[in-house]
């Protein structure tokens, strides 16, 4: 495999760490507020929160689906949840409060409390899957390197930032490069499915409407033509009709 370039591989180490060690400082939280010998329990009482949100989620959802599993199938295991599901849990089964401006936007470097950082960790996170050429400018890498460790620092503990700091400056070998462009092309995929999906389901809606507009020329159709056989039965036009009764009335006055 031909090397990396320097862009390249920031674009591989910022994957490694929003994939690999932020989700697990994520979960460390998670574990401290929703203990895992009680996680069962704790999420059943929410069930019927969890269930509502699931059924909007699912009718807003093009696919049709949501990240919320069926719980009372499987036990809930926080190793198997990512952190989208990690952060649905908080926000609706606890009380915390929510970054300043959501936990959709980026928090402002002021903000350090847990849903701060959990959120943080959430932007960036999407921001590289949605990056097309699997590069990272350096001046953004540092910055933005700098904002998630602080966060899984805080998250997560002193160790999980000391391999943070090792993951930034060490050798990457041949499996870390071909791993993460394979994920790379494969969220290329992913992306290139639903322009398509989204392509077709517009063109549907324009079908439907064309066959709407369809069912509409033809009742108008069918009535003008209802309209024309009823006056082709009359022999006597209703407006020569009006005058001879007109006319009439007053031959009799």
């Known amino acids: 495999m031909a090397s990396l370039s320097v862009e390249e591989e920031n674009y591989v180490r910022m994957s490694l760490l929003l994939t690999g060690i932020s989700p697990r400082a994520a979960r460390t939280f998670f574990d401290s507020e929703f203990a895992p010998a009680c996680l ?10 969890l269930f509502d949100l699931k059924r909007r ?44 401006c959501g936990f959709d936007c980026l928090p402002s470097a002021m903000e350090t409390t847990p849903a701060a950082d959990l959120a943080r960790i959430k932007h960036y996170r999407n921001y ?8 990272l400018d350096t001046g953004f890498f540092n910055t933005a390197w700098e904002d998630i460790t602080s966060a899984i620092d805080r998250l997560g503990g002193q160790q999980m930032k000391q391999e943070c700091n090792h993951l930034k400056t060490k050798p990457l070998d041949q499996t870390n490069q071909e791993i993460m462009m394979d994920i790379k092309h494969s969220n290329n995929e992913i992306r290139e499915l639903k322009e398509s999906f989204e ?16 069912q509409d020329d033809h009742r108008k159709v069918t009535n003008e033509l209802e309209i024309m056989k009823t006056s082709q039965k009359d022999t006597v ?17």
């Open 237 to 253: 036009p209703w407006n020569i009709r009006g005058k001879q009764f007109g006319v009439t009335s007053i031959h009799y006055i």
């Open 199 to 214: 392509s077709l389901k517009l063109s549907h809606t324009e079908m439907i409407k064309s066959h709407e507009t369809l």
């Open 57 to 100: 989620i699912e009718s807003t959802n093009h696919s049709g689906t949501s990240c919320i599993p069926d719980f009372l199938v499987n036990v809930p295991d926080s190793k198997t949840f990512d952190l989208t599901l990690m952060i649905l849990l908080l926000r609706n089964l606890i009380p915390i409060t929510p970054p300043l």
């Open 128 to 135: 590289l899957a949605h990056l097309d050429d699997g590069k």
């Open 40 to 49: 069962d329990s704790t999420i059943k009482k929410g069930y019927n929160k």
